[in-house]
């Protein structure tokens, strides 16, 4: 072999080394962004959590609120604020049996009042948990998944946790106004809350939104995603309960998750990702994070399910309240959680 040719074969063949050396370096790079934004979003959990305190939730005391609400109490959409005031009312009956602290918070809208219902629980402090779901509903429909599942929870959740010594102040917040056409306006119930926590110096240590919890499905492909990427991150049935937050959240996303998981044997995932990923903040969570506290959804991700979404067909018999129960029992133990000194 030539000098010149010995020489030509050596250069190809160090570009080619270096070629390969790129290559690799860029697979790396991908892998790495790819298990980064894996970990970043989803937040998993790297060793399944100890079982942790359990209670009992009776789905039929779930079912029976949803039914009043969503078939007794309609229509309760703002256009009916004496319909409105009447699934307050019941809301605030229902709480008060659990022996809270019980009140209305009023405020005015085009010369008609609503109301937020608020249920305070443990001693009274600057420092709180809250946990909220709206009651009215979208137009007249029976909504009840959406939301008279997150009230049911929520009387359900005031129930226990009053039989349990908590170390600061649990408000549980049943709001209205939440749908369009005042859905990311200041005349949000949730709004008019979280504002008036942060005007009176109110530490929110965490804030959970209770958004549709009573539909699941084992039938295969029944989970849609706003983004078909996080096809390849979560499963295609919709048989568990997600907990959304900011990409700033991902901590407590982690510690509300795991609190969730010890405290039932439902499944939950969690996805921390962008407010212009369709769906991240479609609930009163945003109303908090326009007051700068720190706050999740948790949701069974309604319409990326729950076809009947915003229709008359949202109607009590096509929840699942044993698994709705479990969704209780999994707040629940979060809220303990949460509300302890880490």
Request: aromatic residues 10%; glycine residues 6%; charged residues 20%.
């Amino acid at each position: 072999m030539s000098t010149s040719i010995e020489t030509q074969w050596r250069s190809q063949r160090e570009r080619r080394r270096r070629l390969a050396r790129i290559v690799l370096i860029l697979c790396l790079i991908i892998a790495t962004f790819g298990v980064v934004a894996w970990f970043w979003i989803t937040q998993p959990l790297l060793s399944h959590p100890q079982p942790g305190q359990t209670v009992a939730v009776d789905p039929a005391r779930l079912e029976t609120d949803v039914r009043e609400l969503s078939e007794q109490l309609l229509p309760r959409d703002q256009t009916h604020p004496p319909s409105l005031d009447r699934a307050a009312a019941y809301i605030h009956a229902r709480l008060a049996e659990t022996g809270g602290r019980v009140s209305e918070q009023p405020f005015t809208i085009s010369g008609n009042t609503y109301s937020n219902v608020i249920c305070s629980l443990g001693p009274e402090s600057n420092e709180r948990i809250v946990v909220g779901a709206h009651y009215d509903s979208y137009h007249e429909y029976p909504a009840a998944d959406d939301n008279a599942s997150g009230v049911a929870g929520l009387i359900e959740l005031a129930r226990l946790l009053s039989r349990t010594k908590l170390p600061l102040q649990v408000d549980l917040v049943a709001y209205t106004l939440e749908e369009p056409p005042y859905f990311g306006t200041a005349h949000m119930g949730s709004v008019v809350h979280a504002q008036s926590l942060r005007k009176n110096g109110i530490s929110v240590k965490a804030m959970l939104s209770l958004e549709m919890i009573g539909y699941f499905s084992d039938a295969p492909n029944s989970q849609s995603f706003p983004v078909s990427l996080l096809r390849a991150f979560y499963p295609s049935q919709g048989n568990f309960i997600a907990v959304v937050g900011s990409l700033s959240e991902g901590g407590m996303a982690r510690r509300v998750k795991r609190a969730m998981i010890a405290s039932s044997s439902l499944p939950v995932y969690s996805i921390n990702a962008p407010r212009f990923v369709p769906g991240v903040d479609f609930s009163d969570h945003l109303s908090y994070w326009k007051a700068g506290y720190e706050a999740l959804m948790i949701t069974d991700t309604a319409f990326f399910r729950n076809h009947n979404y915003h229709t008359a067909n949202d109607t009590a018999e096509k929840l699942d309240y044993g698994r709705m129960a479990m969704v209780v029992a999994g707040v629940y133990g979060a809220v303990i959680n949460l509300s302890s000194s880490e």
